[in-house]
């Protein structure tokens, strides 16, 4: 299994940024794809960005597409998301997930994202960090 924790949420005004981390371990050769969802009081969860294990190449839902960037360390052991401009429609507990299916392996990048962003996909969870932007 890979065990993710994730940290870096926290309370901020509208307009102002995070970034938020994702510590990866465990079987970390055995994931294809790292993401990052969120999920708001009752509502779905919901995926916005992915990140390819092997080389890096990241996708972003149109949604976050200007606001957001996903990136990682060298050593590939913790993933980032930082998030600009944030507004009260953000708040929600954020997750960082990775997915062992075989389906990301032979998928190519650019059919990605509609598997990608769909919880389905990922078999491995941290417990989530939560964001709360006041207005």
């Known amino acids: 299994q890979v065990q993710l924790v994730e940290s870096g949420g926290g309370l901020v005004q509208s307009g102002e940024s995070l970034r938020l981390s994702c510590d990866v371990s465990?079987?970390?050769?055995?994931?294809?794809?790292i993401a990052w969802f969120r999920q708001a009081p009752g509502g779905e969860r919901e995926g916005n960005t992915c990140?390819?294990?092997?080389?890096?190449?990241?996708y972003y839902a149109d949604s976050v597409k200007v606001r957001s960037t996903m990136s990682r360390d060298n050593g590939k052991t913790t993933v980032y998301l930082q998030m600009n401009n944030l507004e009260p429609e953000d708040t929600a507990l954020y997750y960082c997930?990775?997915?062992?299916?075989?389906?990301?392996?032979?998928?190519?990048?650019?059919?990605?994202?509609?598997?990608?962003?769909?919880?389905?996909?990922?078999?491995?969870w941290g417990q989530g960090t939560q964001v709360t932007v006041s207005a």
């Open positions: 997930a990775a997915a062992t299916t075989h389906l990301f392996a032979v998928l190519s990048w650019d059919q990605v994202g509609p598997y990608c962003t769909s919880r389905y996909y990922f078999d491995n």
């Open positions: 465990g079987f970390t050769l055995e994931y294809h794809v």
């Open positions: 990140m390819h294990r092997n080389d890096g190449s990241t």
